[in-house]
């Protein structure tokens, strides 16, 4: 059994469980590896420590049930192992940027911690999506700014909180552009990086005709015309939304680039949502060139 097999049974293992106590003793003694080896390759092939890994999967169930069922908030985290109702909200919040009942309230998309399959976690089979090609002229971004950093990925947790807050607590009214919901595109762009730290900004907003009248805590950025490839994420639902989207990313970079040929430009990517469509399929614009 190579180590791939060995972390999914661990994995299997942990699902079936979640429900109840998991000791780092019993899932290093299943693996055959001392707990320093077990937790190193446990980081090394998920991404995150066994122990993270269980937390954050009870805390996605538990957002399932917020999202779909109708039992007190309380009760939802006491059943996922978490001792008292303040506990459970401060990691929610920490998973999250919101609060359950916040979440509750918005339904929004949250970066959902799916169970762990390594075999399809590190494989691109039958992922192909191919992109449309644009010429977008200069347009102007208005929109509220977040910092992160790529330092280990972060930003992928980040971004997502950032979303989150920012239909929870209805920034796109306050940016002083209003538009028609049904209108309306949002934008997610990473800009502001600094080689030296690796820290970067996370911007969400909305494309504006000018600056005028703009909220004096928004960010304004001017993009400059760019040829486009456009990838359309596939098609996904509330809890997967997110996933697909980290996945499609991955996919543009790690295989898309390195079979085309095309040159990733140095004017800013964005993504873009239109939250009223309930699509749960973005679109993720790319700057290219030969």
């Not at 309306?184 to 009248?213: C, K, P």
């Amino acid at each position: 059994m190579n180590c791939y097999e060995t972390m999914q049974n661990v994995i299997n293992y942990c699902e079936n469980n979640l429900y109840n106590e998991i000791t780092m003793n019993e899932l290093s003694e299943m693996s055959g590896y001392s707990i320093y080896h077990f937790c190193r390759l446990f980081q090394k092939v998920i991404g995150c420590g066994p122990m993270e890994y269980i937390r954050k999967r009870r805390l996605s169930n538990a957002a399932i049930e917020i999202s779909f069922g109708h039992r007190y908030i309380k009760d939802i985290g006491f059943t996922w192992g978490f001792n008292s109702h303040e506990n459970f909200v401060r990691a929610f919040k920490n998973q999250f940027g919101i609060s359950p009942i916040q979440y509750r309230e918005t339904k929004n998309s949250l970066n959902l911690f799916h169970k762990f399959d390594v075999i399809k976690e590190h494989s691109f089979e039958n992922f192909g999506i191919s992109p449309r090609f644009v010429s977008k002229p200069s347009f102007k971004l208005a929109g509220f700014r977040c910092r992160t950093s790529f330092h280990n990925n972060a930003n992928k947790i980040d971004a997502p909180q950032h979303w989150n807050k920012y239909h929870a607590c209805k920034l796109y009214d306050k940016i002083g552009k209003k538009i028609d919901p049904a209108l309306r595109w949002d934008i997610g762009m990473l800009t502001d990086h600094d080689a030296n730290s690796g820290d970067i900004s996370y911007v969400i907003g909305v494309q504006v005709d000018d600056f005028n009248d703009i909220n004096d805590e928004c960010v304004r950025i001017t993009i400059p015309s760019a040829q486009y490839a456009v990838f359309n994420t596939p098609p996904a639902d509330s809890d997967s939304f997110v996933k697909a989207i980290h996945k499609t990313w991955e996919y543009i970079y790690q295989v898309w680039f390195p079979q085309t040929g095309f040159e990733r430009m140095k004017t800013q990517e964005f993504e873009t949502y239109c939250e009223a469509s309930h699509s749960y399929s973005e679109e993720i614009w790319i700057p290219i060139g030969r």
